[in-house]
């Protein structure tokens, strides 16, 4: 039975979603949540790549009963997503990250949590569910690994390491509508802001009246700086000096689940599992940091067919239909990542609005799979695929 118009937010697909978000939202948290870099040919790419090939469905099965449970990383999920991480949760909805962990615990999936998330893992984790963690690298290496352990000693079980982000990306539309790190009302934005009263005290304003602004939360308590102030020295994410061998004496630290996530070469992902990764994420960061780079969608085959057979992989980039869900495990993915779809959920409901995005997709895929034929996940595969052209 389908719920009423007044109980789904008045979306009834994650575009319905995202232009409520545009509308609840200063133009600068949307532009950051919904943007990619420089000419976001990378973007448009995304999400182009996520609907090709086209699938061809098979008929005459008995879909009467849909099945789209699957096993990732030795645990039942419901269905095979995972939330990505994403570090401005907390501006687009008062504590916005725990909302989400929420969500994902009551649609069934795991969750990743930010290192630049403005609550601290501790509180993330008590949101229950499947917990993962994922790490940007801190300037003083020796607070990431700090990080790392209280993540492990939360209850997470997979650590995921973005290694795309070497330098900080081109995302011009930040400086022009004046939002950037510090977070401060200026010249540039303040119209914006004041024009959003919704927004500003329903989350600004009840950081200020709880407690203060929201901080980077996940670094020691003398570290935390508020969004509106500078990182102190030595706090400040730094990956221009990323290397294999760091990797690997990550890998040796983690007692867990070791996945990297920004892998698009087949080498990097091959190299990744003989150092000890568990799996690998194909992303180009949600076409957010190399404008060029090859869309996730496309690299996913290759990296499949070269590493599927001994290690898990992930996709994430572009999905905003069930659909696409499909056709990234037809291309040897184990299951996809989903960022901005919760996000426009959020920024319009919360939790609330969360569970309506991840039900959206999950109505999506189960109805994709029986109109493609498939009534379990182990089903799904490469007989499900056009040939490129068609």
């Not at 200063?26 to 996520?50: C, F, H, K, Q, T």
């Not at 570090?87 to 969750?111: E, K, Q, S, T």
């Not at 900080?168 to 802001?193: K, Q, V």
């Not at 109505?363 to 493609?372: D, G, H, I």
Request: some cysteine; hydrophobic content about 45%.
């Amino acid at each position: 039975m389908q719920q009423p118009p007044e109980r789904t937010f008045g979306a009834y697909n994650i575009a319905d979603l995202r232009t409520r978000a545009r509308s609840r939202l200063p133009r600068g948290i949307y532009d950051y949540v919904e943007r990619g870099a420089e000419d976001e040919i990378g973007l448009a790419a995304n999400r182009a790549a996520a609907s090709l090939p086209k699938l061809l469905p098979r008929i005459g099965r008995d879909v009467s009963r849909i099945d789209t449970r699957t096993t990732l990383f030795g645990h039942e999920i419901a269905m095979p997503m995972a939330i990505a991480p994403t570090g401005g949760a907390g501006l687009v909805w008062h504590d916005g990250d725990v909302a989400i962990a929420r969500a994902a615990a009551a649609a069934g999936i795991p969750f990743t949590a930010s290192s630049a998330a403005t609550m601290n893992i501790e509180e993330i984790a008590a949101a229950g569910g499947r917990q993962w963690f994922q790490l940007y690298l801190w300037a003083d290496r020796a607070l990431s690994h700090a990080a790392i352990d209280r993540a492990w000693a939360a209850g997470c079980e997979v650590l995921m390491v973005t290694v795309d982000i070497a330098v900080p990306p081109n995302r011009e539309y930040n400086l022009r509508n004046g939002f950037g790190t510090p977070f401060r009302i200026g010249r540039r934005n303040a119209i914006d802001i004041l024009s959003h009263p919704r927004w500003l005290a329903g989350v600004m304003g009840r950081y200020a009246v709880g407690g203060g602004m929201p901080r980077q939360a996940n670094l020691p308590g003398g570290l935390r700086s508020a969004v509106t102030a500078p990182a102190p020295i030595g706090a400040a994410f730094k990956g221009d000096n990323l290397t294999w061998e760091e990797i690997a004496e990550l890998r040796s630290r983690w007692k867990g689940i070791f996945v990297l996530k920004g892998v698009l070469r087949t080498e990097d992902a091959a190299r990744a599992i003989d150092l000890g990764a568990d799996g690998v994420v194909v992303s180009n960061h949600g076409g957010r940091s190399l404008d060029g780079a090859l869309p996730s969608f496309a690299a996913l085959p290759r990296i499949a067919d070269a590493i599927g057979h001994r290690a898990t992989v992930l996709v994430d980039g572009g999905v905003m239909r069930g659909e696409q869900v499909v056709r990234a495990l037809a291309l040897g993915a184990k299951a996809a990542l989903v960022g901005r779809a919760p996000l426009y959920g959020l920024a319009i409901g919360g939790e609330a609005g969360v569970i309506r995005a991840l039900a959206l997709l999950a109505q999506e895929f189960r109805r994709t799979m029986a109109l493609a034929g498939c009534r379990n996940v182990a089903e799904i595969d490469g007989g499900l695929l056009a040939e490129a052209g068609l």
